[in-house]
């Protein structure tokens, strides 16, 4: 995989940014796939000021979500099709009929994880899929020690996460539903391109687990080791605890210019 150090967060958003609206230009119609959660707003703040500025068109992008609560209703203000709508959609000026996500409300989950899958087959496959990572190394909502061929499914949150995200939910670990719809491993590497971010000290570990580890279930972002074009962007503080970080330094400073990420 490829690892680039950046100044801090907002340097890391417009560079991946950048790569979407490449990507974009190249193919119009591209499957964008998004995640939730602090992490990945300077992405979508950086990529809104381009589509503002007409540096780049979005009106044939297509969206896809990585997870869901199950049991939230669509239009809660949590739920994560609500939070994709605010912070993605309608900055993009993309409109619903170009969003596809599980639905966290079926009353059969499985059938509703399977046909997901189907869904984004169907779809020709996610082109970039944007990724965060939890202090623990999980990706979507894989939690440590996910089956690293995983298809989409339900998992029920480690206690960990629900208290990093209970903050969405006026601090109340009570209200954060125990159970999510993700995509599985296996699913997610399906995707053409990953681009992992991870910002502040707080990540350190799991950025170096992730990348210089070994491939590992207990780290489920170590899978992107095996993943064609992986990307991970992260921050000084993130990227404090990686041995070769010298190293990523300076590749990526003598990558040619056309290259990209």
């Not at 300077?42 to 500025?53: G, H, N, Q, S």
């Not at 609560?69 to 994709?84: C, F, I, K, N, Q």
């Not at 020690?145 to 995200?165: F, G, H, M, V, Y």
């Not at 969405?168 to 391109?193: K, N, S």
Request: contains cysteine; glycine residues 10%; aromatic residues 4%.
């Amino acid at each position: 995989m490829e690892v680039v150090i950046v100044a801090d967060a907002e340097a890391g958003g417009e560079l991946i940014a950048e790569a979407m609206a490449q990507l974009l230009r190249r193919k119009p119609g591209a499957l964008l796939g998004v995640a939730t959660g602090s992490t990945p707003l300077p992405v979508y703040r950086a990529l809104t000021a381009k589509v503002e500025a007409g540096a780049v068109d979005t009106s044939r992008a297509r969206v896809a979500q990585l997870d869901e609560y199950v049991g939230l209703p669509a239009d809660h203000p949590e739920s994560y099709r609500s939070v994709l709508r605010r912070q993605v959609l309608e900055p993009l000026g993309i409109g619903m009929d170009a969003f596809m996500g599980p639905d966290g409300t079926a009353g059969d989950v499985q059938a509703a994880c399977e046909a997901y899958d189907r869904e984004l087959a169907a779809a020709g496959g996610v082109d970039l899929q944007l990724l965060g990572i939890g202090t623990d190394g999980h990706i979507g909502f894989n939690e440590p020690c996910s089956s690293l061929a995983s298809r989409t499914r339900i998992k029920t949150l480690t206690e960990q996460t629900l208290r990093d995200n209970a903050r969405f939910f006026d601090g109340d670990i009570a209200q954060v539903p125990h159970h999510v719809i993700t995509q599985g491993i296996g699913t997610i590497l399906e995707a053409r391109h990953l681009v992992l971010l991870a910002t502040g000290e707080g990540k350190a570990d799991a950025v170096a687990a992730t990348v210089e580890g070994p491939v590992a279930a207990v780290c489920p972002a170590s899978a992107l080791q095996l993943h064609p074009h992986a990307t991970v962007v992260v921050d000084e503080a993130a990227a404090s605890k990686l041995k070769l970080a010298d190293y990523f330094r300076h590749t990526y400073a003598n990558k040619p210019d056309w290259q990209g990420i």
